[in-house]
């Protein structure tokens, strides 16, 4: 009986320390979208990466990101739609992303995890970007 807003559309901008290909390099970036509730979420994120070369326009990335995601906390036992209020949460998601000339394809996942009354189904965040 629950709705899920299927629609999750939201901004952001990211920053990375790329210079070469098969080195490491690090990225960060602040997100703002609307989850599937419908409210708005903030995320700030870091990472080491290392990117790839796979032909003259594209490349693909892996790597591991720390973020602290500020939203409406719907996970925590006896917390409704209606009542929950905005919290931190914390985590770590591995991510990669696919590069074509300046249009990329970002994906990160956050894995299922319980901790104390905290209770995270896993999700998968993908995104589109475009480098200025």
């Known amino acids: 009986g629950e709705h899920y807003n299927e629609r999750?559309?939201?901004?952001?901008?990211?920053?990375?320390?790329?210079?070469?290909?098969?080195?490491l390099y690090f990225g960060s970036n602040f997100t703002a979208l609307?989850?599937?509730?419908?409210?708005?979420?903030?995320?700030?994120?870091?990472?080491?990466?290392?990117?790839f070369k796979l032909s003259e326009n594209s490349a693909i990335s892996v790597g591991l990101a720390a973020f602290v995601m500020y939203k409406k906390d719907n996970y925590k036992d006896g917390v409704t739609k209606e009542n929950a209020e905005y919290d931190f949460m914390a985590g770590m998601a591995p991510?990669?992303?696919?590069?074509?000339?300046?249009?990329?394809?970002?994906?990160?996942?956050?894995?299922?995890?319980?901790?104390?009354?905290?209770?995270n189904v896993g999700f998968l965040i993908v995104y589109f970007g475009w480098r200025f």
């Open 34 to 51: 609307k989850d599937s509730f419908n409210e708005w979420q903030y995320t700030v994120s870091a990472s080491p990466n290392i990117r």
């Open 8 to 23: 999750n559309y939201g901004a952001g901008y990211e920053f990375t320390s790329f210079e070469n290909y098969d080195e």
């Open 95 to 119: 991510l990669s992303s696919f590069y074509y000339k300046d249009f990329s394809v970002n994906a990160a996942y956050v894995p299922t995890f319980d901790y104390k009354d905290i209770h």
